[in-house]
């Protein structure tokens, strides 16, 4: 098995089937398609939707990039003087609606050669989580039920691991470490190896993609025609803020992508489209909003 082919034919694939099932439920607004190319090597299929019925803005992308490693992913990796290919799927949906989630998802597979060019290192990464403004308990229920339905067959302790793993990365330290959302799952550096091959990582990986719709989509369906108010449009905003500091300080992703000279507009595609930071605020007690903070804090979603 080609991994590295069959891991790019899996990242098209799963674009397509994304955008098209988010189309059909947005109903008005389609995606634009914007190719670009890499100057030290490769590029990416940059896919954005924006003032829809039900999606304010969200970016769907593909990139395949290599070349030689940059100094300082060098530096990060130990490793002298290598070229590297980097691949995946990542995407962001921010909604109209505060009563409907934003989703974050991302799978990725990473190779490093030698200079002859002798494949000496690989691993695989991804994950989805949710972050709500408002949260109905059965739809975090869902969320995490799918994608520990998905890992399952691969060993029943990666849901759990990969679970921790998630709550533990998508946190703002800088903010007593607050939760950026209710989690899902979240691995990096998944090497081939005694535990799993090559091949089961990435039949993993595969899974779990195609688990995204499963996961998301009801939760659309259920939440996207509820009436709100702007006070509720005003708190979304607010959240929001929460995700673009995590995004722009904490997320190893967006670094990557910088450090290695990838293209800005769809490494900060993640980015909302409207946002709101008030000084010292606190949400009312005993409040939905109060009620939101309180699942911010890691807890077994499912059994």
């Not at 030290?40 to 769907?60: L, M, Q, W």
């Not at 921010?94 to 002859?116: G, M």
Request: with cysteine; hydrophobic share 35%.
């Amino acid at each position: 098995m080609n991994i590295k082919d069959n891991f790019i034919s899996l990242i098209h694939r799963l674009q397509n089937e994304i955008c098209t099932a988010l189309e059909d439920i947005d109903g008005k607004a389609k995606f634009r398609e914007d190719l670009w190319e890499r100057p030290g090597g490769g590029g990416g299929k940059s896919r954005v939707i924006a003032d829809g019925n039900v999606f304010e803005k969200g970016g769907v992308s593909t990139s395949i990039v290599y070349g030689e490693l940059p100094e300082l992913m060098a530096k990060q990796f130990g490793v002298g003087q290598a070229q590297f290919m980097a691949c995946g799927i990542s995407l962001v949906i921010h909604p109209v609606n505060p009563f409907v989630p934003t989703v974050h998802a991302n799978f990725r597979y990473f190779e490093l050669y030698d200079d002859n060019g002798t494949l000496k290192d690989s691993w695989f990464g991804g994950g989805a989580d949710l972050t709500p403004y408002y949260l109905d308990e059965q739809d975090g229920i869902h969320f995490h039920q799918t994608f520990k339905n998905a890992c399952d067959p691969f060993g029943t302790e990666l849901y759990p691991l990969f679970k921790k793993h998630c709550d533990e990365y998508f946190v703002n330290k800088h903010r007593n470490n607050e939760a950026r959302g209710i989690g899902g799952i979240f691995y990096d550096y998944q090497r081939p190896g005694e535990k799993m091959s090559a091949e089961q990582l990435y039949n993993l990986a595969k899974a779990n993609g195609e688990a995204f719709l499963e996961a998301y989509l009801p939760i659309v369906r259920k939440t996207k025609d509820l009436p709100y108010t702007d006070a509720q449009r005003d708190w979304q905003e607010y959240r929001r803020g929460r995700y673009v500091e995590f995004n722009l300080i904490h997320d190893r992703g967006t670094l990557f992508g910088l450090k290695t000279n990838g293209r800005t507009e769809s490494i900060l595609m993640s980015l909302p489209p409207r946002a709101r930071w008030e000084y010292d605020y606190h949400p009312t007690p005993g409040s939905p909003e109060a009620e939101l903070v309180e699942f911010l804090k890691p807890r077994d979603w499912v059994i």
